[in-house]
């Protein structure tokens, strides 16, 4: 069974730092790209950034550019998302999902951003 | 960057309708789009890859139509689980981009 288990969320200062962590479990974590997607409380889904199998690529939202940094760990089937410079606008559920994204995600992670 | 727009932002029926949501890209995407089912408090779940393609396990009452800058997806006849608001999402250049979601709700 697939299983994607995020972890890592929280309540952050504004400018703070919280890496986010996805455990994968269920299939062949270094063959499938990865992605994240958050949603601001009562908002649409937001595409966050995307990693190649083999971590030699990715791409994120102009949003996060140079604040957020995602990367995965194939030998112990882990994609994380490291946030610094945090900001109220990032407060959101912080969804993994496999793909671009496709048929699995994560139950989502909380980040909360404020003083 | 590619916007998503669909319409319309939410729409009432009752069980049993046919319900067709379309949403469309700011340019051509060919058919690289997919449709996303999302219950309140849940993770979403797609429902259509590929414009067209129904994701294992989706009941066939949902289906996917377009390519280019037009797309559809249609439920042939709701059902009460259905109710829930669908998100379509452009991955033919980055940022990927979602649509801002269409509310499906009980007439």
């Known amino acids: 069974e697939v299983q994607l288990v995020e972890s890592g969320g929280g309540l952050v200062q504004p400018g703070g730092s919280l890496r986010l962590s996805c455990a994968a479990s269920g299939f062949t974590f270094s063959t499938i790209w990865m992605t994240w997607v958050r949603q601001a409380p009562g908002k649409g889904l937001e595409w966050v950034a995307d990693i190649r199998k083999d971590g030699s690529e990715n791409h994120c939202v102009d949003s996060v550019k140079g604040r957020f940094t995602i990367s995965r760990d194939n030998a112990k089937n882990s994609l994380f998302l490291q946030m610094n410079s945090l900001r109220g606008e990032d407060t959101a559920v912080y969804y993994c999902?496999?793909?671009?994204?496709?048929?699995?995600w994560g139950q989502g992670t909380l980040v909360t951003v404020s003083s | 960057d590619i916007q998503m727009t669909q319409s319309p932002s939410s729409l009432s029926a009752s069980v049993g309708d046919r319900v067709s949501i379309t949403c469309r890209a700011s340019q051509g995407i060919r058919n690289d789009l997919g449709w996303y089912q999302q219950k309140p408090g849940k993770a979403p779940k797609r429902l259509i890859y590929?414009?067209?393609s129904l994701q294992s396990g989706v009941p066939s009452r949902f289906s996917g139509s377009g390519s280019g800058t037009e797309f559809t997806l249609t439920i042939s006849s709701l059902q009460p689980e259905d109710f829930a608001t669908y998100y379509c999402?452009?991955?033919?250049?980055?940022?990927?981009?979602f649509g801002p979601g269409t509310k499906v709700d009980i007439k």
């Open positions: 999902a496999t793909g671009s994204p496709g048929g699995y």
């Open positions: 590929a414009a067209s």
């Open positions: 999402l452009q991955h033919n250049s980055y940022p990927f981009t």
